[in-house]
């Protein structure tokens, strides 16, 4: 077994796919759209489906904003310098809610970042 892909539910999706591939430079590997169903699938990620795991963006089409709930936490990149990155997050648009610097009661260097519809993104410094 191996983890394919991450869903989330998101308002805007021209929004929520420019935020992906613009803001994290991800790239935008497949869309799909479900008239029947009044639905689209878009498919984001730094490596094809079949290298590695991917984020599902699904927007359904009668639906503008979702309750992200309490149960949700974040979803995690590695990062060479976390500090760079929000440097560079900012500077295209993206929202840094929390600066790089040690992560509380440890060394590593984390930051988080938020997407459009209020999802949390955890950058963690690599070596």
């Known amino acids: ?18 935020f992906y591939t613009d803001v ?7 869309r799909k759209d479900y008239p029947e169903g009044r639905f689209t699938l878009a498919f984001v990620g ?20 979702y309750d992200l709930g ?8 590695g990062v060479p310098d976390a500090y760079a990155a929000c440097d560079t997050i900012r ?7 929390r600066e790089a610097g040690p992560m509380k009661h ?3 260097v984390i930051a988080f970042v938020e997407d459009p519809d209020g999802y949390k993104i955890e950058l963690i410094q690599r070596d």
């Open 1 to 18: 077994m191996r983890l394919l892909h991450t869903m989330l539910r998101v308002g805007d999706l021209d929004r929520s796919i420019a």
């Open 24 to 30: 994290l430079g991800m790239q935008l590997l497949r």
């Open 46 to 65: 730094y490596q094809p489906e079949s290298e590695g795991a991917v984020i599902e963006l699904t927007h359904n089409w009668d639906t503008a904003s």
């Open 70 to 77: 309490n149960g949700y936490g974040h979803i995690a990149l």
């Open 91 to 97: 500077a295209a648009g993206g929202k840094v809610v």
């Open 106 to 108: 440890g060394s590593t």
